[in-house]
């Protein structure tokens, strides 16, 4: 079995080998077992039923939430030359004829369905009479009211299991919450599934997060580093999306807003310039995302705090699913943090409360001190499996540590125990700093041993240690009113035994090291971007966006091994005898005409 799923993988989409799971995930499917596999964004999961369903007989059906993600995976497995097709309110009553049709004649082998189609009137019996080797779930976590997406038409999915009793359903999600992988199985019905959770780490999104000064300068920098690159900048507001998308367009970057208050023609229309690479930019609020698999996203930028990791998460993880180096760069301000307490509402329901402490660990995650990988994996209950990640600016020492990290975090913990515990951070800051501030004065706080012993740095930078010490758990904030608290953590630090880490405000994003980058070894830029500019031709004829010709590791590849012959060709990863045919003629003689024969 699994030399037959290898070489069907290299058959049609031109891999060598699994990435991590793949091959648990497709014998899972091969073996008929119930499955629910939860790996990242850009883990492979679509392969885990795709690679399977072409070694079986019969129809595999995949239920998906949205037209936009079921036409470009049709678009991609139709490139690859395989028979797919969907079904969607968006087709013709004739294009659906012909669909039909086509299963009839058993010409069909990956069919698309939205979750209202596959259990409308009649649809499940005839899935019965046609004969269909497996059901996979794609954005499984839909179904459970604690993801993100809950979407009621995915409750009635148990059906599928209820009715079609042996065929084998798998879910595929990329949700980290234990709660949320659970709920999958009860509420699909799932007969003792083979679970299967990847690692959450996306080792090639290098993460940058600083604090917001001036915010256009700091995101052009980033886009000076991505030139000709796809990029998403996500801002909390509307307002600012406009305002920023306006600046960046008259400085000459090629970008274009998108958000819900646009008109709907307007957002279809930059969406598709973004995905069809006409623009290198798109400036967004979240409403731009789901439904959005450009597998050659190099960059995302939040200008602005997101409300939660979960988040953070997802939207940064829509860089580089291809697997290349992409960066996730983040601007932050305490300022964010007040616009998402009103946008909230401080409701006092469990909801609220929980909405607020996930607020709390976001902000924490800005302000921490230590490898963004890791804190992230933590969050999601799973570590980081070595000491440096280098993939982040901690990691890739971009980022100063301050001078006498202990001496001062005593400074600061000594100074919250001083005021009782009774006070927030800036106060406390204010105290640290010696202010002369009306309140300190009259409640004798100018009188304790740790006033003013911070004095020689400035508030902002002492206000920041302060968050730092919070973010890595030596203080927390209790009450409603963020009051500061001493943990037995900072307690260690206090006696000594601990050393937290400072960083040195002042040196904050001055540097940015070029991370060695593997995906560019070897590979050849100038042919590269000959190649790319084909590919965005062959796609903006045939209406395809250009991922789904070729993705980028695949022009690297070429770009690197420069192929002159239809053989040679075949070997590229991410060519498979269809994409052979169709573009080893052109890609083949770009590369010859390049290198001069
Ligand atoms: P997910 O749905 O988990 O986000 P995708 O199925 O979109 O991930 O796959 C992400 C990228 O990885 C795609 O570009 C895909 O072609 C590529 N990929 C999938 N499986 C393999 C493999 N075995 N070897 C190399 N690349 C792969």
Known sequence: MIANLKRVLKKYWGYDDFLPLQQEAMLSAADRRDSVVVLPTGGGKSLCYQAPAMTMDGLAVVVSPLISLMKDQVDALTECGIAAARLDSSLSQDHRDGVFQRIGNGEVKILYLSPERIIAGGFIDYLKRIG???????????????????????????????????IPVHAYTATATDQVRGDISVQLKLKDPNVLVGSFDRPNLIYRIQRRSNKVMQVCKV?????????????????????????LAAKGYRAAPYHAGMDAEDRRKNQDLFITEKIDTIVATIAFGMGIDKSNVRYVIHTGMPKSLENYQQESGRAGRDGLEAECCMFYSGEDYRIWKIILGGAEDDAGKIAMSKLTGMSNFCSSAGCRHQAILNYFGQSLDKDNCNACDMCLGEIDSADKPLETAQKILSCVVRLEERFGSHYTTLVLTGSEDQRILKLGHDSLSTYGI????????????????????????TGEYNVLHVTPRGWEVLRGKTVPRLLKPAAR??????????????????????????????????????????????????????PTTHAQFLEIKGVGEAKNKKYGKVFVEAVRDFCGD
């Open 132 to 166: 269909v080797s497996m059901i996979a779930i794609d954005e499984a976590h839909c179904v459970s009211m604690w993801g993100h997406d809950f979407r009621p038409e995915y409750r009635q999915l148990g059906r599928l299991k209820e009715s079609l009793g042996d």
């Open 223 to 247: 886009l000076d580093r991505h030139k000709n690159e796809s990029g998403i900048v996500y801002c909390i507001t509307r307002k600012n999306v406009d305002e920023l998308s306006a600046t």
């Open 454 to 477: 911070l004095s020689e740095h400035k508030m902002r930078t002492v206000r920041d240690w302060v968050e730092q010490l919070i973010g890595q758990g030596y203080i927390e904030k």
């Open 509 to 562: 994003g001055k540097k940015v090291s070029r991370v060695i980058k593997d995906s560019w070894e070897g590979v050849d830029e100038g042919l590269f971007e000959v190649l790319r500019q084909l590919r965005k031709k062959i796609a903006g004829k045939k209406g395809l966006p250009a991922f789904v010709v070729f993705g980028d590791a695949a022009l690297r590849d070429m770009a690197r091994r420069k």
